[in-house]
């Protein structure tokens, strides 16, 4: 059964002080692009979060670096998709947290993924 690798990508920095912005990448292996979900907005600027879902090509100018976090089977990718949607919009690196709490226990990603 084919599978995908679920990534975390960590952006470029954005300026002096500032956190760095957190991705999830779902894609296959060697493809050229991938589907990005991570979160957007400044509520401090009156920019509520919203999740974002889009493809995007996997060496995007604004990533830095990326870790892989599990092989995901091409089965789950709409199970990936739904606790994308599920998770309530949060500064990124919270956000990706709870996205992968519910993947662990729903059994796609391994247990521990989190406390990694």
């Known amino acids: 059964m084919s599978t ?4 975390l990508a960590i952006s470029k920095e954005r300026g002096q002080g500032q956190p760095r912005h957190g ?12 589907i990005f979900y991570h979160t957007t907005g400044e509520p401090m600027h009156s920019k509520p979060y919203k999740v974002a879902i889009e493809p995007k090509r996997v060496e995007s100018h604004g990533i830095d670096k990326r870790h892989l976090i599990a092989k995901v089977l091409e089965k789950d990718r709409q199970e990936v998709k739904a606790a994308v949607r599920q998770a309530p919009p949060l500064f990124c690196q919270r956000w990706i947290l709870n996205v992968l709490e519910n993947l662990e226990k729903q059994g796609i990603v391994p247990e521990g993924t989190c406390s990694k």
């Open 4 to 7: 995908l690798n679920l990534h």
């Open 23 to 34: 991705i999830l990448m779902l894609a296959e292996e060697n493809a050229t692009h991938a």
